[in-house]
Nanobody, 123 residues
Framework: QIQLVESGGGLVQAGASLRLSCTAS????????MAWFRQAPGKERDLVAGISWLGNTYYADSVKGRFTISRTGARTMAFLQMNDLKPEDTAVYYCAASRRAALTTERHEYPFWGQGTQVTVST
């Protein structure tokens, strides 16, 4: 079991930046990937960015060049740096994890989820 706790959401104006954090516990040496999904009202929960055990990354086209996912050396924390935020980035952002070394973009392959953190971008 991997427990995930997110933090860092909030209300910002368009063009601003936010940094989301996700802490995974318990600490383990077994490989697991971490990812950020987001869900806007009335929409599906979509993958935003993911990072593998070895640091390979994936980004949705809509956030490439604006968002950066990273992980601490101990791999127990993941961050999503979000720059140049747009109103269409407004959503609840969820941290997710999966006990595998290689990235997957399939939502159903992430069994562990955080509680979510709201990001609201105003015009």
């Amino acid at each position: 079991q991997i427990q995930l706790v997110e933090s860092g959401g909030g209300l910002v104006q368009a063009g601003a930046s936010l940094r989301l954090s996700c802490t995974a516990s318990p600490r383990t040496n077994s490989p697991f990937i971490m990812a950020w999904f987001r869900q806007a009202p009335g929409k599906e929960r979509d993958l935003v960015a993911g990072i593998s055990w070895l640091g390979n990354t994936y980004y949705a086209d809509s956030v490439k060049g604006r968002f950066t996912i990273s992980r601490t050396g101990a791999r127990t924390m993941a961050f999503l740096q979000m720059n140049d935020l747009k109103p269409e980035d407004t959503a609840v952002y969820y941290c997710a994890a999966s006990r595998r070394a290689a990235l997957t973009t399939e939502r159903h392959e992430y069994p562990f989820w955080g509680q979510g953190t709201q990001v609201t971008v105003s015009t």
